[in-house]
T-cell receptor, first 113, second 114 residues
Framework: GAGVSQSPRYKVTKRGQDVALRCDPISGHVSLYWYRQALGQGPEFLTY????????KSGLPNDRFSAERPEGSISTLTIQRTEQRDSAMYRCASSLVSGDEQFFGPGTRLTVL | LAKTTQPISMDSYEGQEVNITCSHN???????ITWYQQFPSQGPRFIIQGYKTKVTNEVASLFIPADRKSSTLSLPRVSLSDTAVYYC???????????????FGKGTKLSVKP
């Protein structure tokens, strides 16, 4: 595709529900990254993949957060038993190879009530 | 990972040159210096990257002194549309670099006035 796409763009859920956020990277990009951004702050790294392999998940806040990229293309970030503190903008980025310029998607605004 | 320090905010007027300086005292030998720009409601966008001396592209220039403990992003003749947050990042993230994740700080909020 022309750029990184994310869906849904907005997600409102109730506390305790599970949510799945989707990222479709630029075609041919090996590396895919997930970030979380609070209002007024810079993006905070969560995890990243090279192809289907998760390379670094040190930024995931706790075990309620998980991510996968089973076929080395589309990725899903799942948050189980959501809490209000999970409310944020979740951004996905991709790059041709690890360490290269990252292209960011429009983000998913998650609101947990 | 190297920590960066940059001003929280800056104001400028249209047509002026803007210089944003970033300090990174503990930069490592393999680290590159990268700047991203973020407009409200959008994801960050790569502006420029450098290792030493001066790098220039169609958008900006990046000046890096010999000790590499700081860097300056220079935006020539800014316009209202340059109003954004500018992030300075340091890491082994050049092409072929080993660091996958980007470490963002709070950035510098640049406001350009007419």
């Amino acid at each position: 595709g022309a750029g990184v796409s994310q869906s849904p763009r907005y997600k409102v859920t109730k506390r305790g529900q599970d949510v799945a956020l989707r990222c479709d990277p630029i075609s041919g990009h090996v590396s895919l990254y997930w970030y979380r951004q609070a209002l007024g702050q810079g993006p905070e790294f969560l995890t990243y993949f090279n192809y289907e392999a998760q390379q670094d998940k040190s930024g995931l806040p706790n075990d309620r957060f998980s991510a996968e990229r089973p076929e080395g293309s589309i990725s899903t970030l799942t948050i189980q038993r959501t809490e209000q503190r999970d409310s944020a903008m979740y951004r996905c980025a991709s790059s041709l190879v690890s360490g290269d310029e990252q292209f960011f998607g429009p983000g998913t605004r998650l609101t947990v009530l | 990972l190297a920590k960066t320090t940059q001003p929280i905010s800056m104001d400028s007027y249209e047509g002026q040159e803007v210089n944003i300086t970033c300090s990174h005292n503990n930069i490592a030998t393999n680290d590159y210096i990268t700047w991203y720009q973020q407009f409200p409601s959008q994801g960050p966008r790569f502006i420029i990257q450098g290792y030493k001396t001066k790098v220039t592209n169609e958008v900006a220039s990046l000046f890096i002194p010999a000790d590499r403990k700081s860097s300056t992003l220079s935006l020539p003749r800014v316009s209202l549309s340059d109003t954004a947050v500018y992030y300075c990042l340091v890491g082994d993230v050049g092409y072929g670099g080993s660091q996958g994740n980007l470490i963002f700080g709070k950035g510098t909020k640049l406001s350009v006035k007419p």
